[in-house]
């Protein structure tokens, strides 16, 4: 029997959408995305924004908004995102909080480096899958007497990600890494991503970018640099479209990944229309093909650099 799950990049509760995640009782998937995505064997995204409520910090979402997170009926959620750490350490333990009192299985982020750097495991139809997730983002890391996200550890990595593999049967890693609103990865990202890969992870998956990039395989392991949003308010226009990573773990290891283009509807997120989902899909497949050439991802970041200076 075949396992299928499905990975969507952040949510994130804002003004604009609070009253729908603090009731939970409101969908905030649109379009006959709420079926599709309940249909899956489990789900899984990350959460941009801490949950507090805390008066002295402004980029929290309040903590009800757990009773939306949880609607999601997510397997797990990851808090391993640049902006988690933007309350401090109570706003994660606030988080921490919040969601573990709905019953929402969380990993990534903690109170200090040890419980950040813990991976998630479920079980499905006989199938282990691990989740571990790694933040770029020096400001949000967390440390041995800090709390935060899990760090991005070069010299560890390697057999990080060798250990965890050892313990499951397929292995998903989110980086939460890369330029914001840039559609490839940058140099330090794609060496990062394919050393993963290498290291027995089962799909690799950039999320910070938060536009929809393009993918690469690489040691017959799918890297994808860019998902886009999920459930966001932001008004950049590459945050209002995104893909739904659909992976399917089937018999005999025939695992296939493939996607699901979405938009931002009504405070939550909508299945994207033919022509919608037409022009995603072909950016994202042009770029693709791009990507993959020798020495294209250095040469493409140099002139973006070269621009911005």
């Not at 990851?78 to 969601?99: K, V």
């Not at 395989?217 to 994808?224: D, E, K, Q």
């Amino acid at each position: 029997m075949s396992l299928e799950i499905f990975i969507g990049a952040g949510v994130a509760p804002t003004a604009a959408n609070a009253d729908a995640f603090s009731t939970g009782t409101q969908s905030l998937l649109f379009n006959g995305l709420n079926a599709v995505w309940k249909a899956a064997d489990a789900r899984l995204f990350s959460l941009e924004t801490p949950l507090s409520d805390a008066t002295t910090c402004d980029v929290c979402a309040p903590a009800t908004c757990a009773s939306g997170i949880a609607a999601l009926s997510p397997t797990g959620v990851s808090l391993c995102t640049e902006r988690i750490a933007d309350c401090g350490a109570d706003g994660i333990q606030a988080t921490r909080a919040a969601l573990k009192a709905k019953q929402v299985a969380f990993f990534g982020a903690g109170e200090d480096i040890d419980a950040a750097d813990q991976p998630f495991f479920f079980v499905r139809h006989g199938v282990r899958v691990g989740i571990y997730a790694v933040c770029e983002s020096e400001r949000a890391s967390a440390t041995e007497h800090k709390a935060g996200a899990n760090p991005l550890d070069l010299v560890n990595l390697s057999d990080r990600i060798r250990e965890i593999k050892s313990n499951c049967d397929r292995l998903i890693v989110l980086y939460h890494g890369g330029k914001e609103g840039y559609p490839y990865p940058t140099p330090m990202e794609q060496k990062v991503c394919r050393k993963i890969a290498e290291c027995g992870a089962s799909l690799v998956l950039s999320q910070g970018s938060h536009t929809i990039g393009c993918s690469e395989r690489w040691n017959n392991t799918t890297i994808v640099y860019g998902q886009g949003g999920f459930i966001s308010e932001k008004t950049n226009a590459f945050a209002q479209n995104g893909l739904l990573v659909r992976y399917t773990i089937g018999d005999y290891g025939a695992d296939t990944v493939g996607f699901v283009p979405v938009v931002a509807a009504g405070g939550g997120a909508a299945i994207a229309d033919e022509a919608a989902s037409a022009a995603m899909m072909e950016g994202f497949q042009k770029r693709s093909v791009r990507v993959r050439v020798e020495g294209f991802v250095p040469a493409r970041y140099d002139t973006l650099t070269e621009t911005a200076s």
